[in-house]
């Protein structure tokens, strides 16, 4: 007798739950992971990058809202100030066909500014080499033409020709 009591309890929640559930599918409709109206980006046509809705056929209507670093080259180095070719996507140069392109950017350096100095160390493992990251305070003066940097600003530098840099970090090329 008890056994069929508990049974009938649990047959009466199963009912109940589905009558919820089917009660709360009526009044509120499912947020779809993926919202298929959205634009998406097509890079088949030769490694352009092509958009599937006319409204984004624009590339700097895709591009960041802002932008606070860049990577690239030193080219010149003055005492307050660096010259730096870089990527940038600033929706000033970069145009539809041209990513990848560079312009020379000027980055002011301020006496705040920190620069520092990013290596691999090896060391050994249990499966082979292991690659820490080590990051070093350096000196402008560490600096040299050719050297590949990352520089971060504490602004939106999207869309300037020239800014002043917050930090300022060596990057290494290789891993040896």
Same mark, same amino acid.
């Given at each position: 007798m008890q056994k069929s009591i508990f049974l009938?309890?649990?047959?009466?929640?199963?009912?109940?739950?589905?009558?919820?559930?089917?009660?709360?599918?009526?009044?509120?409709?499912?947020?779809?992971?993926?919202?298929?109206?959205?634009?998406?980006?097509?890079?088949?046509?030769?490694?352009?990058?092509?958009?599937? %809705?006319?409204?984004?056929?624009?590339?700097?209507?895709?591009?960041?809202?802002?932008?606070?670093h860049i990577n690239g080259t030193i080219k010149r180095i003055?005492?307050?100030?660096?010259?730096?070719?870089?990527?940038?996507? %600033?929706?000033?140069?970069?145009?539809?066909n041209q990513e990848g392109k560079t312009e020379i950017v000027e980055v002011v350096i301020s006496t705040t500014v920190k620069i520092t100095k990013l290596t691999f160390v090896a060391k050994e493992g249990t499966r082979g080499k292991i690659y820490t990251p080590n990051i070093v305070d350096i000196k402008l003066s560490d600096l040299k033409i050719g050297d590949k940097v990352e520089v971060v600003s504490s602004s939106d530098i999207k869309g300037k020709d020239s800014f002043t840099a917050a930090t300022i970090q060596l990057t290494q090329t290789s891993i040896k």
């Open positions: 009938i309890l649990i047959l009466a929640l199963i009912i109940i739950g589905g009558v919820i559930i089917l009660f709360l599918s009526l009044f509120f409709e499912a947020d779809p992971a993926v919202n298929f109206n959205d634009p998406v980006v097509d890079y088949t046509n030769g490694g352009n990058k092509n958009i599937n %809705t006319a409204a984004n056929n624009n590339i700097n209507d895709n591009l960041p809202v802002k932008i606070y003055e005492e307050d100030r660096m010259f730096v070719d870089a990527i940038v996507l %600033t929706g000033k140069t970069l145009k539809p």
